[in-house]
């Protein structure tokens, strides 16, 4: 699998040079909020509404404590951002790798190439595993 090719200019890469800025905005995000102790929530340090699963049903929806999670392995609390959304340090260790090759091929004018069946395949399934731990949890866990 060929990760790397030529581009024709930078103007070419400008997705990628947001992905990375996506990435730093969201870390640094991550270190200036404090992770919730209740393990989501962390999201209305930014001014942003209860999530809606949780406000009408009492119920967390599938990304709930993702923000918290994100922010706790940020500060180095693993445990806590675990608790908060096991999927939670696995998905942004993906994004920083994926940032860190974004930044390194816009860098280096060459095209990151994501578009292999066995990473599609991959993706799919972590889709489908974090979606039914979502349905899951919704189903079992209450918030109230």
């Given at each position: ?30 270190a ?9 929530g ?6 942003l ?18 923000t ?10 693993f ?16 994004f920083t790798?994926y ?5 390194y ?15 599609a ?24």
């Amino acid at each position: 699998m060929k990760l790397f090719e030529a581009a024709a200019s930078r103007k070419a890469l400008t997705g990628q040079g947001f992905v990375f800025l996506a990435w730093a905005v969201t870390t640094g995000l991550a270190a200036w909020m404090e992770p919730n102790s209740a393990g989501y929530g962390t999201h209305r340090q930014l001014g942003l509404p209860p999530c809606g699963a949780v406000a009408l049903a009492g119920r967390p929806c599938p990304g709930c404590g993702l923000t918290t999670s994100w922010t706790a392995t940020v500060h180095g609390a693993f445990g806590h951002a675990f608790q908060a959304h096991p999927f939670g340090t696995f998905l942004y260790v993906l994004f920083t790798v994926y940032a860190i090759l974004a930044l390194y091929g816009w860098l280096s004018q060459k095209h990151l190439r994501l578009n292999d069946p066995l990473l599609a395949r991959a993706g799919t399934g972590l889709l489908a595993v974090f979606m039914i731990y979502g349905v899951a949890r919704f189903l079992l866990v209450r918030y109230r």
